[in-house]
Protein backbone atom coordinates (compact mmCIF):
# COMPACT_ATOMS: atom_id res chain seq x y z
CA UNK A 1 0.00 0.00 0.00
CA UNK A 2 1.36 3.19 -0.54
CA UNK A 3 1.33 5.90 1.77
CA UNK A 4 0.49 8.90 1.20
CA UNK A 5 1.82 12.14 2.86
CA UNK A 6 -1.17 13.76 5.50
CA UNK A 7 -0.95 17.09 3.70
CA UNK A 8 -1.89 15.39 0.09
CA UNK A 9 -4.78 13.11 1.81
CA UNK A 10 -6.20 16.46 3.36
CA UNK A 11 -5.82 18.38 0.21
CA UNK A 12 -7.49 15.94 -1.79
CA UNK A 13 -10.54 15.72 0.97
CA UNK A 14 -10.68 19.40 1.28
CA UNK A 15 -11.40 19.45 -2.34
CA UNK A 16 -13.87 17.14 -2.31
CA UNK A 17 -15.96 18.57 0.76
CA UNK A 18 -15.51 22.03 -1.61
CA UNK A 19 -17.19 20.38 -4.02
CA UNK A 20 -19.99 18.52 -2.39
CA UNK A 21 -20.56 20.95 0.30
CA UNK A 22 -24.15 22.16 0.26
CA UNK A 23 -23.87 25.91 -1.50
CA UNK A 24 -24.64 29.01 0.69
CA UNK A 25 -25.84 32.72 0.66
CA UNK A 26 -21.95 32.80 2.45
CA UNK A 27 -20.62 30.68 -0.50
CA UNK A 28 -21.54 32.64 -2.80
CA UNK A 29 -20.61 35.83 -1.21
CA UNK A 30 -16.97 34.02 -1.35
CA UNK A 31 -17.38 32.90 -5.24
CA UNK A 32 -17.72 36.68 -5.65
CA UNK A 33 -14.91 37.77 -3.65
CA UNK A 34 -13.03 35.17 -5.17
CA UNK A 35 -13.66 36.06 -8.64
CA UNK A 36 -15.15 32.51 -9.12
CA UNK A 37 -17.77 32.56 -11.78
CA UNK A 38 -21.64 31.56 -10.37
CA UNK A 39 -23.21 29.28 -12.67
CA UNK A 40 -27.06 29.37 -12.66
CA UNK A 41 -30.03 27.16 -14.49
CA UNK A 42 -33.83 26.59 -14.01
CA UNK A 43 -35.45 23.28 -12.85
CA UNK A 44 -38.60 22.67 -12.20
CA UNK A 45 -39.45 18.95 -11.33
CA UNK A 46 -36.85 16.07 -9.47
CA UNK A 47 -35.22 14.42 -12.20
CA UNK A 48 -33.93 17.85 -13.67
CA UNK A 49 -33.04 18.87 -10.53
CA UNK A 50 -31.26 15.85 -9.46
CA UNK A 51 -29.07 15.76 -13.04
CA UNK A 52 -27.86 19.35 -12.77
CA UNK A 53 -27.17 19.11 -9.23
CA UNK A 54 -25.41 16.26 -10.02
CA UNK A 55 -22.99 18.07 -12.53
CA UNK A 56 -22.42 20.25 -10.22
CA UNK A 57 -24.49 23.59 -10.93
CA UNK A 58 -24.20 26.53 -8.26
CA UNK A 59 -27.65 28.08 -8.20
CA UNK A 60 -31.23 26.06 -9.42
CA UNK A 61 -33.84 28.73 -9.75
CA UNK A 62 -37.61 27.42 -9.69
CA UNK A 63 -38.45 29.86 -12.07
CA UNK A 64 -42.12 31.06 -12.76
CA UNK A 65 -40.64 30.51 -16.40
CA UNK A 66 -42.29 27.07 -15.44
CA UNK A 67 -45.64 29.01 -16.93
CA UNK A 68 -44.26 28.89 -20.00
CA UNK A 69 -42.13 25.72 -20.85
CA UNK A 70 -43.94 23.25 -18.48
CA UNK A 71 -47.57 24.73 -19.06
CA UNK A 72 -47.65 26.66 -22.24
CA UNK A 73 -48.85 30.45 -21.71
CA UNK A 74 -47.15 33.08 -23.46
CA UNK A 75 -46.07 34.98 -20.44
CA UNK A 76 -45.57 34.24 -16.90
CA UNK A 77 -47.86 36.02 -15.01
CA UNK A 78 -51.02 32.81 -14.67
CA UNK A 79 -48.79 30.89 -12.32
CA UNK A 80 -49.60 30.38 -8.94
CA UNK A 81 -48.51 31.00 -5.67
CA UNK A 82 -49.77 27.58 -5.16
CA UNK A 83 -47.87 25.77 -8.53
CA UNK A 84 -44.72 27.61 -8.06
CA UNK A 85 -44.41 25.79 -4.53
CA UNK A 86 -45.25 22.57 -5.37
CA UNK A 87 -42.28 22.87 -8.34
CA UNK A 88 -40.07 24.40 -5.72
CA UNK A 89 -40.78 21.58 -3.45
CA UNK A 90 -40.34 18.96 -6.41
CA UNK A 91 -36.91 20.61 -6.74
CA UNK A 92 -35.78 20.74 -3.69
CA UNK A 93 -36.02 16.91 -2.84
CA UNK A 94 -33.51 16.60 -6.26
CA UNK A 95 -30.97 18.71 -4.88
CA UNK A 96 -27.91 17.49 -2.55
CA UNK A 97 -25.54 20.68 -2.77
CA UNK A 98 -27.02 23.66 -5.53
CA UNK A 99 -29.02 26.68 -3.46
CA UNK A 100 -32.24 26.96 -4.44
CA UNK A 101 -34.20 29.94 -5.39
CA UNK A 102 -37.69 30.10 -5.86
CA UNK A 103 -39.56 32.97 -7.94
CA UNK A 104 -42.65 35.04 -6.04
CA UNK A 105 -45.14 34.65 -8.99
CA UNK A 106 -47.28 37.60 -10.13
CA UNK A 107 -49.43 38.67 -7.55
CA UNK A 108 -47.96 36.97 -4.22
CA UNK A 109 -46.02 39.87 -2.97
CA UNK A 110 -47.34 43.30 -4.99
CA UNK A 111 -50.97 43.56 -2.57
CA UNK A 112 -49.47 44.31 0.21
CA UNK A 113 -46.35 44.07 2.86
CA UNK A 114 -48.37 41.28 4.76
CA UNK A 115 -49.62 39.17 1.95
CA UNK A 116 -45.98 39.34 0.66
CA UNK A 117 -44.23 38.23 3.58
CA UNK A 118 -46.61 35.56 4.41
CA UNK A 119 -46.25 34.10 0.47
CA UNK A 120 -42.65 34.20 1.27
CA UNK A 121 -42.85 32.09 4.12
CA UNK A 122 -45.30 29.50 2.25
CA UNK A 123 -42.41 28.83 0.23
CA UNK A 124 -39.81 28.92 2.37
CA UNK A 125 -41.74 26.26 4.83
CA UNK A 126 -43.36 24.28 2.30
CA UNK A 127 -40.77 23.70 0.08
CA UNK A 128 -37.21 23.78 1.89
CA UNK A 129 -35.60 26.17 -0.76
CA UNK A 130 -32.91 28.11 0.33
CA UNK A 131 -34.09 32.17 -0.60
CA UNK A 132 -36.83 33.46 -3.11
CA UNK A 133 -36.63 36.04 -5.74
CA UNK A 134 -38.91 38.98 -6.58
CA UNK A 135 -39.11 41.37 -9.70
CA UNK A 136 -38.34 45.17 -9.04
CA UNK A 137 -36.57 48.06 -7.12
CA UNK A 138 -37.17 50.75 -5.60
CA UNK A 139 -41.02 49.90 -4.66
CA UNK A 140 -39.50 46.77 -3.42
CA UNK A 141 -36.98 47.83 -0.67
CA UNK A 142 -39.26 47.66 2.26
CA UNK A 143 -40.61 44.13 1.23
CA UNK A 144 -37.40 42.90 1.43
CA UNK A 145 -36.20 44.44 4.38
CA UNK A 146 -39.25 42.98 6.15
CA UNK A 147 -38.17 39.44 4.58
CA UNK A 148 -34.73 39.52 5.67
CA UNK A 149 -35.39 40.75 9.12
CA UNK A 150 -37.60 37.70 8.93
CA UNK A 151 -34.78 35.24 8.33
CA UNK A 152 -35.68 35.07 4.82
CA UNK A 153 -32.63 35.49 1.50
CA UNK A 154 -33.86 37.13 -1.12
CA UNK A 155 -32.08 37.42 -5.03
CA UNK A 156 -33.39 40.94 -6.76
CA UNK A 157 -34.12 40.95 -10.21
CA UNK A 158 -33.73 44.14 -12.46
CA UNK A 159 -33.88 44.84 -15.82
CA UNK A 160 -36.53 42.75 -18.32
CA UNK A 161 -39.16 41.35 -15.45
CA UNK A 162 -41.06 39.31 -16.80
CA UNK A 163 -44.07 40.04 -14.76
CA UNK A 164 -44.23 43.74 -15.75
CA UNK A 165 -43.83 42.69 -19.43
CA UNK A 166 -47.26 44.82 -20.47
CA UNK A 167 -46.60 47.24 -18.58
CA UNK A 168 -42.88 47.80 -20.14
CA UNK A 169 -44.18 46.82 -24.24
CA UNK A 170 -42.57 44.02 -24.68
CA UNK A 171 -38.99 41.86 -24.29
CA UNK A 172 -37.01 44.92 -24.99
CA UNK A 173 -33.02 45.93 -23.90
CA UNK A 174 -33.58 48.00 -20.46
CA UNK A 175 -31.21 50.30 -18.82
CA UNK A 176 -30.05 51.27 -22.08
CA UNK A 177 -28.22 54.64 -21.20
CA UNK A 178 -28.57 57.69 -19.27
CA UNK A 179 -31.03 57.56 -16.92
CA UNK A 180 -32.49 54.57 -17.45
CA UNK A 181 -29.25 53.06 -17.21
CA UNK A 182 -28.43 55.07 -13.86
CA UNK A 183 -31.57 54.34 -12.33
CA UNK A 184 -30.98 50.72 -12.61
CA UNK A 185 -27.68 50.94 -11.08
CA UNK A 186 -29.02 52.99 -8.32
CA UNK A 187 -32.15 50.08 -8.19
CA UNK A 188 -29.08 47.72 -7.79
CA UNK A 189 -27.55 49.68 -4.68
CA UNK A 190 -30.76 50.01 -3.37
CA UNK A 191 -31.40 46.16 -3.63
CA UNK A 192 -28.29 45.31 -2.04
CA UNK A 193 -28.63 48.13 0.90
CA UNK A 194 -32.28 46.32 1.33
CA UNK A 195 -30.94 43.09 2.31
CA UNK A 196 -30.62 41.03 -0.97
CA UNK A 197 -27.99 38.11 -1.28
CA UNK A 198 -27.77 38.62 -4.76
CA UNK A 199 -28.94 40.73 -8.08
CA UNK A 200 -30.44 38.84 -11.30
CA UNK A 201 -29.89 41.43 -14.00
CA UNK A 202 -31.95 40.56 -17.42
CA UNK A 203 -31.44 42.03 -20.69
CA UNK A 204 -29.41 44.92 -19.79
CA UNK A 205 -26.28 46.33 -21.75
CA UNK A 206 -23.30 44.55 -20.55
CA UNK A 207 -21.08 47.68 -19.59
CA UNK A 208 -24.17 48.95 -17.64
CA UNK A 209 -24.46 45.29 -16.03
CA UNK A 210 -20.38 45.08 -15.34
CA UNK A 211 -21.13 48.47 -14.06
CA UNK A 212 -23.52 47.39 -11.20
CA UNK A 213 -21.09 43.95 -11.10
CA UNK A 214 -18.19 46.34 -10.04
CA UNK A 215 -20.15 48.52 -7.29
CA UNK A 216 -22.62 45.55 -5.90
CA UNK A 217 -20.76 43.41 -2.97
CA UNK A 218 -23.27 40.92 -3.53
CA UNK A 219 -23.22 38.03 -6.78
CA UNK A 220 -24.76 39.68 -9.43
CA UNK A 221 -26.12 36.95 -12.20
CA UNK A 222 -26.76 37.69 -15.80
CA UNK A 223 -29.08 36.68 -18.79
CA UNK A 224 -28.39 38.77 -21.58
CA UNK A 225 -26.30 41.19 -19.67
CA UNK A 226 -22.81 40.11 -21.14
CA UNK A 227 -19.72 38.23 -19.74
CA UNK A 228 -18.66 40.97 -16.87
CA UNK A 229 -21.03 40.00 -14.23
CA UNK A 230 -20.73 37.68 -11.58
CA UNK A 231 -22.38 34.59 -12.82
CA UNK A 232 -24.91 33.45 -15.70
CA UNK A 233 -28.56 31.92 -15.71
CA UNK A 234 -30.22 30.23 -18.69
CA UNK A 235 -33.16 28.64 -18.44
CA UNK A 236 -32.69 24.61 -18.97
CA UNK A 237 -34.43 23.73 -21.45
CA UNK A 238 -33.55 26.63 -23.66
CA UNK A 239 -30.08 26.05 -23.10
CA UNK A 240 -30.38 22.25 -23.73
CA UNK A 241 -32.06 22.97 -27.02
CA UNK A 242 -35.46 21.42 -26.32
CA UNK A 243 -37.40 24.63 -27.03
CA UNK A 244 -36.44 25.36 -31.15
CA UNK A 245 -38.81 28.37 -31.23
CA UNK A 246 -37.19 30.67 -28.77
CA UNK A 247 -33.86 32.41 -30.01
CA UNK A 248 -32.68 35.36 -28.42
CA UNK A 249 -29.15 36.62 -29.46
CA UNK A 250 -28.21 35.76 -25.41
CA UNK A 251 -29.56 31.96 -26.27
CA UNK A 252 -26.61 29.62 -26.53
CA UNK A 253 -27.75 25.64 -26.97
CA UNK A 254 -25.38 23.45 -25.38
CA UNK A 255 -27.00 20.63 -26.54
CA UNK A 256 -29.62 19.51 -29.26
CA UNK A 257 -32.20 17.14 -27.24
CA UNK A 258 -35.45 18.16 -28.69
CA UNK A 259 -34.21 16.45 -31.69
CA UNK A 260 -33.28 13.77 -29.64
CA UNK A 261 -36.04 13.56 -27.85
CA UNK A 262 -37.91 13.26 -31.20
CA UNK A 263 -35.82 10.24 -32.28
CA UNK A 264 -36.02 8.40 -29.49
CA UNK A 265 -39.70 8.33 -29.41
CA UNK A 266 -40.00 7.83 -33.36
CA UNK A 267 -37.84 4.81 -32.66
CA UNK A 268 -39.84 3.38 -29.75
CA UNK A 269 -43.30 3.97 -32.18
CA UNK A 270 -41.07 1.54 -34.86
CA UNK A 271 -40.50 -1.22 -32.82
CA UNK A 272 -43.57 -1.06 -31.11
CA UNK A 273 -45.37 -1.06 -34.49
CA UNK A 274 -42.84 -3.84 -35.72
CA UNK A 275 -43.43 -5.55 -32.22
CA UNK A 276 -40.04 -5.83 -32.32
CA UNK A 277 -40.47 -4.09 -28.23
CA UNK A 278 -40.12 -6.30 -26.04
CA UNK A 279 -38.31 -8.67 -27.10
CA UNK A 280 -38.02 -12.20 -25.27
CA UNK A 281 -35.14 -10.78 -23.65
CA UNK A 282 -37.41 -8.23 -22.09
CA UNK A 283 -40.20 -10.17 -21.26
CA UNK A 284 -40.64 -12.21 -18.29
Do not use: W
Amino acid sequence: MVAYPSIYINKEVSQHQAETKKVTTLRLAAMKAQGEPISMLTAYDYTMARLLDAAGIDILLVGDSAANVMAGHTTTLPITLDQMIYHGACVVRGVQRAFVVVDMPFGSYQISPETALASAIRIMKETGADAVKLEGGTHLFSTISQFTAAGIPVVGHLGLTPQSVHQLGGYGLQGKEGVAADKLFEEALGLERAGCCAVVLEKVPASVAARVAQALQIPVIGIGAGSGVDGQVLVSQDMLGMEDRFTPKFLRRFASLGEEIKQAAEAYITAVKERSFPSDAESY
